[in-house]
């Protein structure tokens, strides 16, 4: 296997129960707090191995930045998103969710982390139109002059689709059907 964090990809996907939950909450940074069950079961780690880490330890090689981008400045702005994002597991096997991540917020209305919730996405959906979109963002973000440069086509990319079709994200993550 590969460096600790960074396994090789299998090819093998992996499942989980419809009626099971991944739940994970993080700092305002992105390190894990907490994580369920079911999360350590199809992520591959122990506890220890996820707690104070950033939740980015599962990320997929394959996930195109503009989406994490977007997730990340929809909770800046302490809205909700709603996401499908395929995962990577300790052992290189790979998983697809879909997500929907919030920010917490303290007593007095601060915003202290995040909470996600992730449940099995409709495969069709995912086959029909997520793994299509996604490939063509990965692919701006790869040939682009820089990363920086590929982060900010790909977006656009996004931003282009929406206006496109007069939706927010989460009303096209929702308007999908298989």
């Known amino acids: ?30 390190r894990m707090t907490y994580v369920n069950r079911t999360f350590l079961r199809m992520a591959g780690y122990d506890e220890r191995e996820c707690l ?8 997929h090689p394959q996930m195109p930045r503009a989406v994490f981008e977007l997730l990340w400045k929809t909770l800046a702005a302490k809205e909700e998103i709603f996401a499908y994002v395929v995962n990577r597991s300790k052992n290189g096997d790979h998983y697809w969710v879909f997500a929907h991540v919030t920010p917490s917020f303290d007593s007095g209305g601060n915003m202290i982390g995040y909470h996600s919730n ?12 997520i793994v299509p979109l996604y490939a063509t963002l990965l692919k701006i973000e790869q040939e682009a002059a820089s990363p920086k440069v590929g982060l900010a086509a790909s977006f656009q990319a996004v931003v282009d689709l929406l206006n496109e079709n007069k939706v927010g994200f989460n009303q096209l993550m929702f308007s999908l059907t298989a």
């Open 118 to 129: 992730r449940r099995v996405p409709d495969m069709g959906i995912v086959n029909r139109h």
């Open 1 to 30: 296997m590969a460096l600790y964090g960074n396994p090789q990809l299998t090819g093998h996907e992996k499942t989980f129960d419809k009626d099971d939950i991944i739940v994970t909450k993080t700092d305002l940074t992105g």
């Open 52 to 59: 104070g880490v950033q939740h980015n330890l599962i990320r």
